[in-house]
């Protein structure tokens, strides 16, 4: 998704507006989606307790899966979306 930000943006006149008014462009939508990630992907959340999430590894990986699974409530979704983004089955567009 990352790097269909600048084509998206390029493309569709009315797209890469958005953006800019919305984000302040493809780089800070960029560092805004990473910053998230990284914000809240490694952070322990998604166990309810020690035992659910499990060791250090397990943790993360819990952590990761439930920043995934938060996508859809985040305020850049629907660039996701535009960009192609269906689900995290390793494609894109759905192929």
């Known amino acids: 998704t990352?790097?269909?930000l600048?084509?998206?943006?390029a493309d569709d006149q009315k797209i890469g507006a958005w953006i800019d008014a919305t984000f302040g462009g493809v780089r800070a939508l960029t560092r805004a989606i990473l910053r998230d990630?990284?914000?809240f992907a490694f952070d322990g959340s998604g166990g309810d307790n020690f035992f659910d999430?499990?060791?250090?590894i397990d943790g993360r990986?819990?952590?990761?899966?439930?920043?995934c699974s938060q996508l859809p409530e985040k305020p850049f979704y629907i660039v996701f979306t535009l960009a192609g983004f269906t689900s995290f089955d390793g494609?894109?567009?759905g192929s």
């Open 61 to 67: 990986l819990t952590s990761a899966w439930n920043w």
């Open 91 to 93: 494609s894109l567009g």
């Open 53 to 56: 999430a499990g060791s250090c």
């Open 37 to 39: 990630f990284f914000r």
């Open 2 to 4: 990352l790097d269909a």
């Open 6 to 9: 600048p084509k998206l943006h």
